[in-house]
């Protein structure tokens, strides 16, 4: 009985998450012109802050069905940073949108562009593919998106966790932020695996926390080695904060 009324539950949901995707689109081509029309940035700008606004409307748009906590905005510096989430659910990039940074560069697997409906707005907006695009090439990218104060997002673990557990983290993240001299951002998710879980096949209702932790400087570190030191010491607070 209780997976039938889910079944049910999940039917309506994804009709009402479609209908507002619908309308939302609807409106994009003028927000695009007006964007052009007021030179607020160049197309991929457009895109990443076109995602990061779709991301937010279906999270927030879902309550009661997903309630929402966020702690720590505040604590967000101005200018480039390199945000660091957590990554338990195949969902964690539209959960990622509660983190009030706009124009963000998704660093994403290739998969992610095989997604219906969501992978040409990822092209738009210019997301590198982290297994197709060589270091030097990464760091050229980011060296000239710092300069017009984008931000990056990545998901240090690469792979989703299926337990819950933090996989180890990878270095990709921390030799951005030490190449550019920006801070990282640590952000925990808690509550992503029980709305869209790796094994059950249905949307939960669930309470997601986005909690942003105090930003990491590079130049608190010393050289060599500098990139390592901060994964080591980001991948310490994570398990702190998650009790491993």
């Known amino acids: 009985m209780y997976k039938f009324l889910l079944t ?26 007006i964007f052009k029309l007021l030179k607020l940035g160049q197309t991929d700008d ?10 937010r409307l279906l999270v927030k748009g879902s309550w009661p069905y997903i309630r929402r906590k966020v702690i720590g905005a505040e604590k967000i510096p101005g200018g480039s940073c390199v945000v660091v989430l957590n990554h338990r659910s195949f969902l964690d990039i539209f959960f990622s949108s509660l983190v009030p940074i706009p124009n963000q560069m998704v660093i994403v697997r290739n998969w992610v562009f095989d997604l219906k409906l969501f992978g040409w707005s990822m092209r738009l907006a210019k997301y590198p593919v982290i297994d197709e695009t060589p270091p030097e090439k990464l760091s050229e990218i980011c060296r000239s998106l710092v300069m017009q104060n984008v931000s990056f997002q990545f998901y240090p673990e690469a ?25 990282i951002i640590p952000v925990c998710m808690t509550g992503t ?15 997601i926390k986005v909690e942003i932790l105090d930003p990491v400087w590079p130049n608190a570190f010393e050289l060599p080695r500098r990139s390592y030191q901060i994964k080591k010491h980001v991948e310490k607070i994570y398990r702190e ?3 491993e």
């Open 193 to 207: 695996n029980e709305f869209g879980s790796y094994k059950f096949p249905y949307f939960k209702p669930a309470k």
């Open 8 to 33: 049910i539950l999940n039917f309506i949901y994804v009709i009402y998450l479609i209908v507002i995707s619908i309308l939302y689109e609807l409106i994009v081509p003028f927000w695009f012109l």
């Open 159 to 183: 792979h989703r966790s299926h337990d819950a557990r933090l996989l180890r983290f990878r270095r990709g993240a921390f030799m951005i932020a030490v190449d550019n001299d920006i801070p």
């Open 46 to 55: 457009f895109f990443r802050i076109h995602n990061w606004k779709y991301g």
């Open 241 to 243: 904060y998650f009790g």
